[in-house]
């Protein structure tokens, strides 16, 4: 092994070990993911939004959600039509002030959605807006201090962010009782 497979190597047992302990404290402080699967359920359609890599990491949830016969639409696409009762948004900010979010999260509020909000801060303005909260205990973006994560700019968030997201298909998809065979016909076949 050369000294850069090593480093290589080292890194990915860094990251592993980070994303374990983010992913076992969700697992034994489990309080309002329950919640999460609920809102999804009952929404007429599910609108999904994050910034920067949050969102990319949310584009992937999108997709397992459709894949489940979920009506959804990823703000800021061109087909994505306006949000309203019965809707509800599905959002991921580390810091939870991030804000084209904050300010859609507001508008979901005023025309009667409900907002699923997945971040580092539980009393956010983004949190406080949630009618169902995961908290990831991971650091935001501007947090260098090390403590939470030795990863660059909130990449362990954006981690679970994708761990959450495909849970939160997993456990709907368990709850459907669909197999994968009922999902496969929604599977992009324009590739």
Known sequence: MTSSDARIAD???RISGELTAVVDRLVTEPAGLDGVLDVLTDADRVFVFGAGRSGLALRMTAMRLMHLGLDVHVVGETTTPAIGPGDALLTASGS???AGIVRAADTATEVGARIVAI???A????GRAADALVVVP???KL???GAASTQYAGGLFEQAV???GDAIFDALWQRSGLS???LWPRHANLE
């Open 119 to 121: 971040t580092t801060a």
């Open 123 to 126: 009393d956010s303005p983004l």
């Open 143 to 145: 947090d260098r201090s």
């Open 11 to 13: 890194s990915l047992a």
């Open 180 to 182: 994968a065979d009922d």
């Open 162 to 164: 994708v761990l959450v």
């Open 96 to 98: 939870g002030t991030t």
């Open 138 to 140: 991971a650091a935001a």
